[in-house]
């Protein structure tokens, strides 16, 4: 029961933190970010921002440092639109998943064109 609801929490703190990151934030190092996942700690405490960004290695640590200087704005937007006990201190981190799917896809087509 308790999965379930994390479940739901991580889902609805995405979706804020997704909003909030398209609409609201201004900072010109936070290039084109998309919030793939978040996985809270059990007691609601800590919550790790999965983010893929679309661009080369300097354009994803421009939008990570803008992202980790955007901390305070992103959790205040979090604790007002979720009621939460406690608030989760986030934390971002690189979702290197479409680059590794690329580099696999890379592969295949080259391995199947021998």
Do not use: C, N, W
């Not at 991580?10 to 201004?26: C, G, H, M, W």
């Not at 609601?44 to 290695?57: E, P, T, Y």
């Not at 300097?58 to 901390?71: I, K, T, W, Y």
Request: glycine share 4%.
């Amino acid at each position: 029961m308790a999965s379930d609801r994390l479940r739901r929490v991580d889902e609805a703190i995405r979706q804020v933190l997704s909003d909030s990151v398209t609409q609201d934030l201004k900072d010109p190092r936070v290039g084109f970010v998309t919030v793939t996942a978040v996985k809270t700690s059990p007691d609601l405490r800590h919550a790790r921002v999965h983010v893929s960004v679309l661009g080369d290695a300097d354009a994803r640590e421009a939008s990570l440092a803008g992202l980790r200087s955007a901390h305070g704005f992103l959790q205040r937007q979090v604790a007002r639109q979720l009621r939460l006990k406690h608030t989760p201190t986030l934390d971002f981190a690189l979702d290197e998943t479409p680059e590794r799917a690329q580099r696999l896809t890379e592969l295949i087509d080259r391995e199947a064109g021998e």
